[in-house]
């Protein structure tokens, strides 16, 4: 009995440390100037974004390069409803979800059919499509101009109006994103991810109908990444293509490894880190990049599984004890992205 309520302890403590942290991140950005506050707001967007890929690429062991294609669906979605045809930012959010969410299942029904490196070209030429597509179609994108004129996130005509209630809106979704993947993650659904992950043909055996399971992966996936471009798009009110191109891909997949692929909190972990470094490093002035590359090398090397992977090995040194299967489900990727 003393060990099972010091291991439940012992995991709200767990649990409890990454909430705290985006909390003293939120107040230390509260009480600085714009400028911060935009920063934070973007890790806060990318943290969405990054919660949503995890859960295809980490829970269920699969590869995806094109979740920038859905972000700018969202983006746009949100843009074209709400500064076009005046809808409610709420319900446009909402909508473009959906739409992002239902062109996940047509595309992902035939794509998800490849494995390993044949998947990941194929959902690496979605993002291609989308990108052009985004640039030659100029009478509902407007191309290279982008779109302006994005009211700011609200429902039912009250409008957040400062930066600082943004974010405070940000954390908010972000917090929540987490909690839903968590329970997900947590749930007889994401057990069957799991099982994925480790063997598909394992997983077949099992009774668990894996095209069916990768499929809603890939649409939840979808639909995270829709919500942080409806985000963005209400964030800076301003969208163009290059906002969904393939820096996306390359930042997120970076944050998404720095904080630990297949962890709960490693995505935000990860997306604070990438986006706030920098700002640290400023000071270098000409030697920043070099900092930068460094820093992120050497995160890579001596923590591989992640930021958020290294906390839980600290965290159990301290306590003086390994930590039990359960935890370890939570602190370690649940599968190795292929």
């Known amino acids: 009995m003393t060990s099972r309520a010091t291991t439940s302890t012992r995991r709200i403590a767990v649990a409890a440390l990454p909430v705290a942290l985006v909390l003293a991140v939120l107040g230390f950005a509260l009480t600085s100037n714009g400028y911060v506050v935009t920063v934070i707001g973007f890790a806060a967007i990318y943290g969405i974004f990054c919660t949503g890929l995890n859960f295809f690429m980490g829970y269920t062991g699969q590869a995806s390069f094109g979740q920038?294609?859905?972000?700018?669906?969202?983006?746009?979605?949100?843009?074209?409803?709400?500064?076009t045809y005046n809808w409610d930012p709420v319900a446009a959010f909402f909508a473009s979800m959906l739409f992002a969410g239902v062109i996940a299942a047509i595309v992902g029904y035939p794509t998800l059919k490849l494995r390993g490196h044949y998947l990941a070209m194929a959902t690496f030429a979605l993002g291609l499509i989308t990108y052009?597509?985004?640039?030659?179609?100029?009478?509902?994108?407007?191309?290279?101009?982008?779109?302006?004129?994005?009211?700011?996130?609200?429902?039912?005509?009250?409008?957040?109006?400062?930066?600082?209630?943004?974010?405070?809106?940000?954390?908010?979704?972000?917090?929540?994103?987490?909690?839903?993947?968590?329970?997900?993650r947590d749930s007889r659904f994401g057990r069957a991810l799991r099982a994925i992950a480790g063997s598909e043909p394992a997983a077949q055996a099992l009774g668990i109908n894996v095209a069916r399971y990768k499929l809603a992966a890939f649409v939840i996936a979808a639909m995270y990444a829709s919500a942080a471009g409806s985000l963005f798009a209400h964030f800076v009110g301003f969208i163009s293509p290059e906002v969904f191109g393939g820096a996306m891909v390359i930042q997120s997949f970076t944050m998404l490894f720095l904080g630990g692929v297949g962890t709960t909190w490693g995505p935000v972990i990860g997306a604070l880190i990438v986006a706030?470094?920098?700002?640290?490093?400023?000071?270098?002035?000409?030697?920043?990049?070099?900092?930068?590359?460094?820093?992120?090398?050497?995160?890579?090397?001596?923590?591989?599984?992640?930021?958020?992977?290294?906390?839980?090995?600290?965290?159990?040194?301290?306590?003086?004890?390994?930590?039990?299967?359960?935890?370890?489900?939570?602190l370690q990727p649940a599968a190795r992205a292929s």
Do not use: H
Not at 68 to 83: E, Q, V
Not at 141 to 167: D, N, R, W
Not at 296 to 314: C, D, E, R, T, Y
């Open 276 to 330: 706030m470094l920098p700002e640290f490093l400023r000071g270098l002035k000409e030697l920043q990049d070099v900092a930068y590359c460094i820093i992120l090398v050497s995160i890579l090397i001596f923590a591989p599984k992640g930021i958020f992977a290294l906390i839980g090995q600290g965290f159990s040194a301290l306590t003086g004890r390994k930590a039990d299967a359960s935890q370890l489900a939570t």
């Open 132 to 184: 052009e597509i985004s640039i030659e179609w100029i009478g509902l994108t407007q191309g290279y101009m982008g779109y302006s004129g994005i009211p700011a996130i609200g429902v039912a005509g009250f409008e957040l109006a400062t930066e600082k209630q943004q974010l405070v809106a940000l954390a908010i979704l972000l917090l929540l994103g987490v909690w839903i993947s968590t329970r997900l």
């Open 68 to 83: 920038n294609a859905f972000a700018a669906l969202g983006g746009y979605g949100t843009a074209i409803l709400t500064a």
